[in-house]
Structure formats: structure tokens, C-alpha cells
């Protein structure tokens, strides 16, 4: 299984950096490949230019480019990020907007949606919450869900899709960390690495 593990995070003593160095750890480096969307200092505002190539599925940016001949050679997609203002950091909803084009992530016919992104066969999210996860299923409603499970991954055709929505990360003990951390590694264990 190729993997390709989209990382938003900028602070390299983050928790979420643990995630990631636990599932690369899992991972065959020969079936990997890491987009780390602040180290490679991707740019997520969708510009004039991008938006007048928008409805023919182009871009302006190289590197939306090159992510998306990433994409096309895996079958396994992984994001792991903070939850901010209930959603995805800016970086990764920029990375969605300006890489999931139309032409290239979907189509459209008679209104409704065809993706075609159906080789990617299994995307996991892996999500830190620095309130709980009941409250944020609840009360919110579950807003990554809606938006990126159901309206993005849905919508290009991804159908197997696992969320860890790790709650409390900021004030939970050393030990509950490291019970999520072991959590995420069984579950890449199962699947193969």
C-alpha cells in the first residue's frame, strides 16, 4: 500500500509531530511519501490566477502540481492535524481548495458529483482536539466530519475513511498521550504498515 501522510503543523515539538514520527515509524519508507505543508512552505490563498483556471481544473502553482502526481500514485491517504476553530488549519483547507481541482479530484455530470479519486482506496484522519470530543460532536455537530469526510472526500470519490479525533491533547497526562500514540500504531500495524 502506497501512503501518502499530509502533515499541517508548524511546531516541531507538537504533539501532532509525535503522530506523524509514530506513523512513519509503522510505515515502510519505500511505501511513503510525507507532504508537510509548512516545511515546504506551501502557499494556501488561491489567487486571481488560480481562480481563472479553476473551472478547466488548472493552477498557477507548481507545487499544486506535484502534490497532485503524489496523489496519483498512492492508494492510502493520511492527514494528521490540529483542530482550530473547530476545523483544519488554513494550510490544509488552502491544500484541499487549490489541489482537489475539478477535472483532476472530480467531475461533474447532471449536477451530481463523480469522483475520481476512486484509487485512493482508504484515507485516515488523525485529528487533535485541544477541548473533548464529546463536546465537539455534540454541541458543534461534528464540523470535520461535514467538512472533510462527507464534502471533500466523499464528493472525489474516497470511500473508506477512519477518523481519530484525539480529544484534550493539551491538558491530558503523559500517559494518555502515549495511549493514543500506541492506539494509532495498532492501527497501522493492522493494515500492514
Same mark, same amino acid.
Given at each position: ?15 501532532? *509531530? ?24 506551501? #502557499? $494556501?490563498?488561491?489567487? %486571481? ?11 498557477? #502553482? ?26 483544519? $488549519? %488554513? ?15 472530480? #467531475?461533474?455530470?447532471?449536477?451530481? $458529483? ?22 465537539? *460532536? ?6 470535520? +466530519? ?13 470511500? *473508506? ?16 498521550? +502515549? ?15
Amino acid at each position: 500500500m502506497k501512503t501518502v501522510v499530509v502533515f499541517s503543523h508548524p511546531y516541531k515539538g507538537s504533539f501532532n *509531530k509525535a503522530i506523524l514520527e509514530k506513523v512513519k515509524s509503522k510505515l515502510k519508507a519505500s511505501e511513503l511519501a510525507l507532504i508537510d505543508l509548512y516545511e515546504e512552505g506551501f #502557499d $494556501p490563498v488561491m489567487n %486571481a490566477d488560480d481562480l481563472k483556471l479553476y473551472s478547466q481544473g488548472g493552477t498557477s #502553482d507548481p507545487m499544486v502540481e506535484k502534490y497532485q502526481k503524489i496523489l496519483d500514485n498512492c492508494d492510502h491517504i493520511v492527514f494528521i492535524f490540529p483542530v482550530w476553530w473547530s476545523l483544519m $488549519p %488554513a494550510i490544509l483547507k488552502g491544500f484541499l481548495d487549490k489541489v482537489l481541482l475539478k477535472k483532476w479530484a472530480f #467531475d461533474v455530470k447532471d449536477w451530481r $458529483p463523480i469522483g475520481k479519486m476512486k484509487h485512493i482506496k482508504r484515507a485516515t484522519t488523525i485529528a487533535t482536539l485541544g477541548g473533548k470530543s464529546l463536546i465537539y *460532536k455534540t454541541v458543534l455537530g461534528n464540523p470535520l +466530519h461535514w467538512a472533510l469526510q462527507f464534502a471533500t472526500l466523499s464528493f472525489c470519490g474516497i470511500r *473508506k475513511k477512519k477518523v481519530f479525533l484525539l480529544s484534550s491533547v493539551t491538558t491530558c497526562s503523559d500517559s494518555k498521550r +502515549h495511549k493514543m500514540l500506541q492506539k494509532i500504531g495498532n492501527y497501522f500495524e493492522k493494515l500492514g504498515g
